[in-house]
């Protein structure tokens, strides 16, 4: 009796989280129809779970185009998050680095098989391409793989390489090789493969056993990050990563 009242909440809880999910890959507005075919259920079951979820504060409905975004409590629990883990901290080495280099300067993690920019895009140009990308794609998410840690080092567990440019890494012996000149580096370089007109350089924040858990980065366009400054931007990112790993690494 407990077990089949407990499943149909569970799916609700499920169903719910999902919908928060749809927001991440599909856009800053959906509407029901676009939730319903992302998650593959009716329309009606998706109205449902929008509305619970306006309710609580999780979306909110654009009144112009009836299209729902996500609400002031996902903001509220995420400044929480942030605040409680100490990562505010971080945030005037940052806006120094920034300053220093004219580019935009952050902080990213994995999460599954993307980097995850946990803090960032402080000063510099106003360039984005979202708060997650593929690791292949990006500077973080190459010095994510080049020091990953037992376990999550097989690219052959990677899906699909997607090229959103044609300068994008577009085979795993491609990646291979990529990875290993940036080992030997110390950095990678991000020239135009996420982002058409982007550059960036990012530096490993390593953890005591020598495994990167997050990516210092610098951030901005060719004309800025050129040729021949590519290692002055590397040198500035590494002149703060030690002060980055002692206030990141307690807060993880």
Not at 56 to 61: K, N
Not at 157 to 171: H, K, M, N, Q, W
Not at 180 to 207: I, K, M
Request: glycine letters at 8%; proline letters at 5%.
């Amino acid at each position: 009796m407990a077990t089949s009242a407990a499943a149909p909440g569970a799916q609700a809880v499920h169903r719910a989280l999902g919908v928060l999910q749809c927001f991440r890959h599909n856009g800053p507005e959906l509407g029901v129809t676009d939730i319903a075919k992302a998650m593959e259920l009716p329309i009606s079951t998706a109205h449902r779970l929008v509305l619970a979820l306006v309710a609580a504060g999780f979306l909110e409905r654009d009144p112009d185009t009836a299209r729902y975004r996500l609400g002031t409590t996902v903001a509220e629990l995420g400044q929480l998050h942030y605040l409680q883990h100490g990562l505010h901290k971080l945030e005037p080495v940052l806006d120094r680095l920034a300053r220093t280099t004219k580019a935009s300067a952050s902080i990213s993690v994995r999460s599954g098989h993307d980097a995850l920019v946990l803090i960032g895009g402080l000063g510099g140009a106003e360039l984005s391409d979202g708060v997650r990308a593929p690791l292949h794609t990006t500077a973080m998410g190459k010095v994510l793989l080049a020091w990953a840690p037992p376990g999550e080092d097989d690219l052959d567990a990677l899906p699909e390489l997607v090229r959103p440019t044609d300068r994008t890494i577009g085979s795993r012996d491609e990646l291979r090789g990529e990875l290993d000149r940036v080992r030997a580096a110390g950095y990678a370089l991000n020239n135009g493969e996420s982002e058409v007109g982007v550059r960036s350089v990012a530096v490993p924040v390593l953890d005591a056993d020598g495994f990167s858990y997050a990516a210092l980065t610098l951030r901005a366009t060719p004309e800025l990050i050129t040729d021949d400054r590519v290692r002055w931007f590397v040198d500035q990112a590494l002149a703060r990563v030690d002060r980055v790993a002692a206030l990141l690494l307690p807060s993880l």
